[in-house]
């Protein structure tokens, strides 16, 4: 995990859609109760943090069929790697980075994590400071029992302050071995180190800005950042890829995924002084776009795109995004011819189909266009089939079918959207059991149906829930 400081840019309000939609997810966290992130989705940037990361995966011996990667909508500067071999990014780190060539050492820092199984074996370092925890809590209360009131408290807060000291520790340990894990795999890949060096060095320029301690490492999960680029610089340094130039494709593409989360993310005078009118690169045009279209400025946001797709008719991501302008400002049916194209060029990437089975069912909700009703139902059928994390496609499923009156496949989509949303178990239970109760015995999309039931009744347990007290379900928005 890298934990860094704030980003010095302020962090954007609730701001509706990034490209495909917003979602809340359960994150697994490494030894603690999972916790809510909200989770960015966009094909575009899905793609390449895999493209990113795959000469690493293969450095690192991990399967790349195994990784996932999240985008996190937090402006801090934080990447981190959890238990499933996931890893997350924060937008306030995409924003920050100064090139892909950064973006290339935080990933091998990551992938480290997991190669190592470092949320597999935190444990290790848990169970010998619950021991100290638990001994001194023995030793306070005989204290305290035998009348020594202070005696017993002074034990107790020595024992937690020794057990806290212990899984510091043992995560800083983590975290050094983790970045010379990182130096091994740039070197294997063939990347140069500069990106990885550079950042520990802007991080620690932004420590110095926030006035964080650099004189104590004891009271930190990290190392002290220069201690870390003095432990990294000479083994860095040494590897035959120091010179070596930075793939300039690889920073094409991260500069137009920079500029759309930097339009999406902040108003439109601060995009517009990012990007002049007179930038007209690829990642300058994405990012008015974006911003032109939160601001609802149709017709300039339109404008910015079509230029883009004028440079390059087979772009598909130029094409979702002007499909998306569409649909978002109204008008469903002009949205399909690029949205179709789009998903076409994209190889029937699921995000791009998803937003077109939107679109195909927004297009047919005036009951003129049946034929488009039974497209998007085809589309969100495959969606669902090849995305996992897609509750915006069950949701869209899920209306189609009451349309049609089929009601246990509408309670099925929302059982599933339920379940991806990380909302309420035992409506998800609940759901699951009325479409078991309507759908054919054995069917695939019976077991669908038990598979969610037996999982959400898992989850009641865990978390203790009283499935007798279901709460009323809420309307998706």
Same mark, same amino acid.
């Given at each position: 995990?890298?934990?860094?400081?704030?980003?010095?840019?302020?962090?954007?309000?609730?701001?509706?859609?990034?490209?495909?939609?917003?979602?809340?997810?359960?994150?697994?966290?490494?030894?603690?109760?999972?916790?809510?992130?909200?989770?960015?989705?966009?094909?575009?940037?899905?793609?390449?943090?895999?493209?990113?990361?795959?000469?690493?995966?293969?450095?690192?011996?991990?399967?790349?069929?195994?990784?996932?990667?999240?985008?996190?909508?937090?402006?801090?500067?934080?990447? /981190?790697?959890?238990?499933?071999?996931?890893? /997350?990014?924060?937008?306030? /780190?995409?924003?920050?980075?100064?090139?892909?060539?950064?973006?290339?050492?935080?990933?091998?820092?990551?992938?480290?994590?997991?190669?190592?199984?470092?949320?597999?074996?935190?444990? =290790?370092?848990?169970?010998?400071?619950?021991?100290?925890?638990?001994?001194?809590? $023995?030793?306070?209360?005989?204290?305290?029992?035998?009348?020594?009131?202070?005696?017993?408290?002074?034990?107790?807060?020595?024992?937690?302050?020794?057990?806290?000291?212990?899984? $510091?520790?043992?995560?800083?340990?983590?975290?050094?071995?983790?970045?010379?894990?990182?130096?091994?795999?740039?070197?294997?890949?063939?990347?140069?180190?500069?990106?990885?060096?550079?950042? /520990? #060095?802007?991080?620690?320029?932004?420590?110095?800005?926030?006035?964080?301690?650099?004189?104590?490492?004891?009271?930190?999960?990290?190392?002290?950042?220069? *201690?870390?680029?003095?432990?990294? !610089?000479?083994?860095?340094?040494?590897?035959?890829?120091?010179?070596?130039?930075? *793939?300039?494709?690889?920073?094409?593409?991260?500069?137009?995924?920079?500029?759309?989360?930097?339009?999406?993310?902040?108003?439109?005078?601060?995009?517009?002084?990012?990007?002049?009118?007179?930038?007209?690169?690829?990642?300058?045009?994405?990012?008015?776009?974006?911003?032109?279209?939160?601001?609802?400025?149709?017709?300039?946001?339109?404008?910015?795109?079509?230029?883009?797709?004028?440079?390059?008719?087979?772009?598909?991501?130029?094409?979702?995004?002007?499909?998306?302008?569409?649909?978002?400002?109204?008008?469903?049916?002009?949205?399909?011819?690029?949205?179709?194209?789009?998903?076409?060029?994209?190889?029937?990437?699921?995000?791009?189909?998803?937003?077109?089975?939107?679109?195909?069912?927004?297009?047919?909700?005036?009951?003129?266009?049946?034929?488009?009703?039974?497209?998007? =139902?085809?589309?969100?059928?495959?969606?669902?089939?090849?995305?996992?994390?897609?509750?915006?496609? +069950?949701?869209?499923?899920?209306?189609? +079918?009451? $349309?049609?009156?089929?009601?246990?496949?509408?309670?099925?989509?929302?059982? #599933?959207?339920?379940?991806?949303?990380?909302?309420?178990?035992?409506?998800?239970?609940?759901?699951?059991?009325?479409?078991?109760?309507?759908?054919?015995?054995?069917?695939? !999309?019976?077991?669908?149906?038990? !598979?969610?039931?037996?999982?959400?009744?898992?989850?009641?347990?865990?978390?203790?829930?009283?499935?007798?007290?279901?709460?009323?379900?809420?309307?998706?928005?």
């Amino acid at each position: 995990m890298l934990m860094f400081a704030r980003s010095a840019l302020a962090r954007p309000g609730a701001l509706g859609m990034l490209l495909l939609l917003l979602i809340l997810v359960l994150v697994p966290g490494t030894g603690r109760e999972a916790r809510a992130q909200a989770i960015l989705r966009d094909a575009e940037t899905e793609r390449f943090m895999h493209d990113l990361a795959a000469p690493l995966v293969r450095a690192a011996g991990l399967d790349p069929g195994s990784l996932e990667f999240y985008l996190v909508g937090d402006s801090s500067i934080n990447a /981190f790697a959890t238990a499933g071999q996931r890893v /997350f990014f924060h937008t306030g /780190f995409f924003v920050a980075a100064k090139d892909v060539n950064q973006m290339q050492g935080v990933m091998a820092h990551e992938l480290g994590h997991i190669a190592a199984g470092h949320a597999i074996r935190w444990s =290790e370092g848990a169970a010998p400071a619950t021991s100290i925890s638990l001994l001194s809590l $023995l030793i306070g209360a005989a204290a305290m029992a035998a009348g020594a009131g202070e005696a017993g408290m002074a034990a107790l807060a020595a024992g937690q302050q020794l057990a806290q000291a212990r899984i $510091l520790a043992f995560s800083r340990e983590q975290e050094s071995r983790t970045d010379q894990a990182a130096a091994r795999y740039l070197d294997a890949a063939g990347i140069t180190g500069k990106g990885m060096l550079s950042f /520990f #060095e802007q991080l620690r320029g932004e420590e110095f800005r926030l006035a964080i301690p650099q004189d104590n490492a004891y009271g930190r999960t990290h190392p002290l950042t220069g *201690d870390r680029i003095a432990a990294l !610089d000479q083994v860095l340094r040494a590897s035959a890829a120091w010179d070596r130039p930075v *793939d300039p494709v690889l920073q094409a593409r991260y500069d137009r995924i920079r500029g759309k989360l930097i339009g999406y993310l902040y108003p439109l005078e601060t995009v517009e002084k990012a990007y002049p009118a007179a930038d007209r690169s690829e990642a300058a045009q994405f990012a008015r776009a974006y911003a032109l279209h939160r601001a609802a400025f149709k017709d300039r946001a339109l404008k910015e795109i079509d230029a883009l797709i004028a440079r390059n008719p087979d772009d598909p991501y130029a094409l979702e995004l002007k499909g998306q302008i569409l649909l978002e400002s109204g008008d469903p049916k002009a949205a399909l011819e690029p949205l179709r194209k789009a998903v076409q060029l994209s190889r029937n990437e699921p995000l791009i189909a998803g937003m077109l089975g939107h679109a195909l069912v927004q297009a047919s909700s005036d009951g003129e266009e049946p034929a488009y009703l039974a497209e998007a =139902e085809q589309v969100l059928r495959n969606v669902v089939r090849r995305d996992t994390r897609n509750p915006l496609a +069950w949701l869209q499923l899920g209306a189609i +079918w009451e $349309l049609k009156g089929d009601g246990p496949r509408a309670a099925l989509a929302s059982a #599933e959207r339920i379940n991806l949303s990380g909302g309420d178990p035992r409506l998800a239970a609940r759901a699951a059991r009325t479409a078991m109760a309507g759908l054919p015995q054995g069917s695939p !999309d019976y077991l669908r149906a038990e !598979d969610i039931a037996l999982a959400a009744k898992a989850e009641i347990e865990r978390r203790g829930l009283d499935e007798r007290r279901t709460p009323r379900p809420s309307q998706p928005r």
